[in-house]
């Protein structure tokens, strides 16, 4: 008789990230001492972070950290229950409120995590025998919260990377008495490409599909005072439901979705990551309440985000590296080798600039690339400092 296969033989065999590790260009993991927004302390030394989300960089500012230490000396450090039970404080209600206002839709609705908000609204709304319509190129967290529906009898097709064309072929399949859901990303994670948001409202129309953007990478990086991707369009009426995080530019841990009133009622009531979970803590909420007043009045800080990322891209162009198309906050170096990825991370990171590398199987092969996002607080120095060691290893490597 044959010996039953051990569960855990996948674990055992997994050696990749110790082969990287014994050759000192393992990119991950690396823990942060101290952070000063563009600038972070590793291991006493300190370096320009070129790879960060915090792209207003309100993470380190002093009355966002004020706010979060002010709601702990009232609330407490969590609210040791569910928002569907016991959860529940005046600072949840009061950002629900705002939010919903500063997106000009009638609702909103928090969620402990950016992640598991996707969660509570994919499976919640597509149920057995209705579609998911996916871009292939949408954030895991999406891909996951898809994966759960289709457990519960949903269907999931894709379509291929904001192709337009492809994703009309798509919705021509799909039965015409079927609910379908378009779900695609606002400002897409890895390249910082926008969505063609006018192009797929047209077809949610002409099929009868509803839509929901994931705004994470685009709110307080583009549209009007960066209200995200269905603001720059014009098109915040045409997008049924917009979701995000409030771990990017809100500096905080969390994440929400607003839409009609009823639909945001009907999650409220029936998603499983909501009323299983804990809510988001005092401190969090209270700083992304901090961080919206912030936002309404200082535009200035998303100006000088879009100048500080344009000065880069524009730099890294002039150099010769190849680069994803992006106008976002996003600029992604195509190096399309492995091994000269984790090389050439490396040397960055010895060099004082830190950024994100991205292999296989993150990404297809041939796609491998080094991820640098900024900030609104980098300073021109900083980025000189990026641009300079970029040039520097990418002519030692064969890169430009």
């Not at 994966?147 to 009898?153: L, S």
């Not at 949610?204 to 307080?220: Q, S, T």
């Amino acid at each position: 008789m044959e010996k039953p296969k051990d569960l855990f033989k996948k674990c055992f065999d997994f050696t990749l990230a110790d082969e990287v590790k014994a050759q000192g260009i393992y990119p991950f993991f690396h823990p942060i001492d101290e952070t000063e927004g563009p600038v972070v302390c590793f291991a006493g030394r300190k370096m320009v972070m070129a790879g960060s989300n915090n792209y207003l960089g309100l993470t380190a500012d002093p009355r966002v950290k004020n706010a979060s230490i002010n709601a702990i000396n009232k609330y407490g450090t969590s609210c040791s229950g569910s928002r569907y039970m016991t959860g529940t404080v005046n600072l949840h209600i009061e950002l629900e409120e705002k939010l919903a206002d500063w997106f000009e839709k009638e609702r909103c609705l928090l969620f402990s995590t950016g992640y598991q908000t996707g969660q509570g609204i994919i499976p919640t709304l597509v149920q057995r025998g209705e579609y998911i319509v996916s871009d292939r190129d949408n954030h895991a967290s999406l891909v996951a919260a898809s994966v759960m529906a289709q457990g519960g009898g949903a269907n999931q097709v894709r379509y291929n990377h904001n192709n337009m064309d492809d994703l009309e072929r798509v919705l021509q399949k799909i039965p015409e008495n079927a609910g379908r859901l378009i779900v695609s990303d606002g400002v897409f994670s890895v390249s910082g490409e926008i969505v063609d948001l006018p192009k797929l409202v047209e077809l949610a129309k002409k099929y009868n599909a509803r839509i929901v953007i994931d705004d994470a990478h685009a709110v307080g990086v583009i549209g009007k005072g960066g209200r995200g991707t269905p603001s720059e369009f014009g098109l915040v009426n045409e997008v049924d439901l917009i979701m995000g995080t409030f771990s990017k530019t809100f500096g905080s841990l969390g994440g929400y979705v607003v839409g009609d009133r009823p639909v945001i009622n009907y999650i409220k009531h029936n998603a499983s990551s909501l009323i299983f979970s804990a809510s988001p803590t005092p401190a969090s909420v209270a700083a992304v309440l901090a961080t919206l007043d912030i936002l309404r009045h200082e535009p200035e800080l998303m100006e000088r985000l879009v100048a500080n990322t344009d000065y880069v891209r524009q730099g890294l162009l002039k150099a010769g590296f190849k680069l994803m198309p992006s106008r976002t906050a996003i600029v992604t170096v195509l190096i399309s080798d492995q091994m000269k990825t984790l090389v050439f991370w490396k040397k960055l990171f010895d060099a004082g600039v830190y950024v994100n590398a991205f292999i296989r199987p993150g990404v297809m092969p041939g796609h491998e690339a080094l991820r640098t996002s900024f900030m609104a607080t980098h300073e021109r120095h900083h980025l000189d400092k990026v641009i300079t060691e970029f040039c520097s290893i990418g002519r030692e490597l064969g890169v430009i």
